[in-house]
Nanobody, 123 residues
Framework: QVQLVESGGGLVQAGGSLRLSCAASGRTFSNYAMGWFRQAPGKEREFVAGISSNGGFTDYAASVKGRFTVSRDNAKNTLYLEMNSLKPEDTAVYYC????????????????WGQGTQVTVSS
C-alpha cells in the first residue's frame, strides 16, 4: 500500500502559479498510475489530471487543460502538479491518489484519501 502526503498549496492571486507535490512512501509508487483530484466546498470530488506509471501518458480535465501539467519522478517517489494561470474556480482541496482509467474516465484506486492541500485563488 502506498501512503501519500500532498503539499504546496496556498493562497495565490488569479493568474498566478503553484506547484503541488505528492510524496509517496513505500517501494511500489512506480507501479501505479496516479491522479490528482480536487474538491471544492459543496461540490463532489473531481478528476484534475492523471499520469501513467512511467510518465509516458498524461490526461487532463477539460477545465485545466493547457494550464496544468502533471509529472512524476519515480526515483524520488513524488508526483507533481504545476498549475499556471490559476482562476478562482480552481479553489479547492487537492488530493493525489493511485488511479486507473475505465471508459476514458479516471478513478481513484482506493477509497482512502490523504489530507490534501488547500489551494485558494483570489480574484
Amino acid at each position: 500500500q502506498v501512503q501519500l502526503v500532498e503539499s504546496g498549496g496556498g493562497l495565490v492571486q488569479a493568474g498566478g502559479s503553484l506547484r503541488l507535490s505528492c510524496a509517496a512512501s513505500g517501494r511500489t509508487f512506480s507501479n501505479y498510475a496516479m491522479g490528482w483530484f480536487r474538491q471544492a466546498p459543496g461540490k463532489e470530488r473531481e478528476f484534475v489530471a492523471g499520469i501513467s506509471s512511467n510518465g509516458g501518458f498524461t490526461d487532463y480535465a477539460a477545465s485545466v487543460k493547457g494550464r496544468f501539467t502533471v509529472s512524476r519522478d519515480n526515483a524520488k517517489n513524488t508526483l507533481y502538479l504545476e498549475m499556471n494561470s490559476l482562476k478562482p474556480e480552481d479553489t479547492a482541496v487537492y488530493y493525489c491518489a493511485p488511479s486507473f482509467i475505465h471508459g476514458s474516465k479516471w478513478y481513484a484506486s482506493s477509497g482512502s484519501w490523504g489530507q490534501g492541500t488547500q489551494v485558494t485563488v483570489s480574484s
